[in-house]
T-cell receptor
Framework: DGGITQSPKYLFRKEGQNVTLSCEQNLNHDAMYWYRQDPGQGLRLIYYSQIVNDFQKGDIAEGYSVSREKKESFPLTVTSAQKNPTAFYLC???????????FGQGTRLTVV | EDQVTQSPEALRLQEGESSSLNCSYTVSGLRGLFWYRQDPGKGPEFLFTLYSAGEEKEKERLKATLTKKESFLHITAPKPEDSATYLCAVQARYGGSQGNLIFGKGTKLSVKP
């Protein structure tokens, strides 16, 4: 079955450590996105990528980094520079930029 | 500034009690409006895309409509399995957030048997 796989589902890290969240899709979609979801807030865009080897900052990119070396993969690194990293992170993909997006099941990151 | 507001924040219904969720928006030219369903601890599930005022789409007990200022998600004779948070997102044609989806905070729907 085609879909988007995020791993791990839960992630715990100590403050000051970098952590990488995985996102893989087998939908043959060109565009991929990372969103952050906090209680009581709408989804906020961190980074997006239209094609391989190209990505753009979203609204809250500070403290995050991404890469897009393969069409299928769009990993997100949460760096120690991110001041409040504890959140639910969602990866999504779409055939073209900002057409119907399909989401993974999310990674809940807790920094202690 | 482009903005999406969903109301109510929470809605409790009895099974079979029809109602509507509202999504009002302010954007620099609407390119598209999207509805998603999100279950607790999971990623959003795509429901509908609407592009122009007057457009309607249906899926089982759900019907989405669009005007120039807002969209409604009508739920007819809901069942407990319709309980979820419903998210609305808009895509602006112009401006600083051009092309990017702007999400509302969602409406949490609870349907009691």
């Amino acid at each position: 079955d085609g879909g988007i796989t995020q791993s791990p589902k839960y992630l715990f890290r100590k403050e000051g450590q970098n952590v990488t969240l995985s996102c893989e899709q087998n939908l043959n979609h060109d565009a991929m996105y990372w969103y952050r979801q906090d209680p009581g807030q709408g989804l906020r865009l961190i980074y997006y990528s239209q094609i391989v080897n190209d990505f753009q900052k979203g609204d809250i990119a500070e403290g995050y980094s991404v890469s897009r070396e393969k069409k299928e993969s769009f990993p997100l690194t949460v760096t120690s520079a991110q001041k409040n990293p504890t959140a639910f992170y969602l990866c999504a993909s779409s055939k073209l930029l900002n057409t119907e997006a399909f989401f993974g099941q999310g990674t809940r990151l807790t920094v202690v | 500034e482009d903005q999406v507001t969903q109301s109510p924040e929470a809605l409790r219904l009895q099974e079979g009690e029809s109602s509507s969720l509202n999504c009002s928006y302010t954007v620099s030219g609407l390119r598209g409006l999207f509805w998603y369903r999100q279950d607790p601890g999971k990623g959003p599930e795509f429901l509908f895309t609407l592009y122009s005022a007057g457009e309607e789409k249906e899926k089982e007990r759900l019907k989405a409509t669009l005007t120039k200022k807002e969209s409604f998600l009508h739920i007819t004779a809901p069942k407990p399995e319709d309980s979820a948070t419903y998210l609305c997102a808009v895509q602006a044609r112009y401006g600083g957030s051009q092309g990017n989806l702007i999400f509302g905070k969602g409406t949490k729907l609870s349907v009691k048997p």
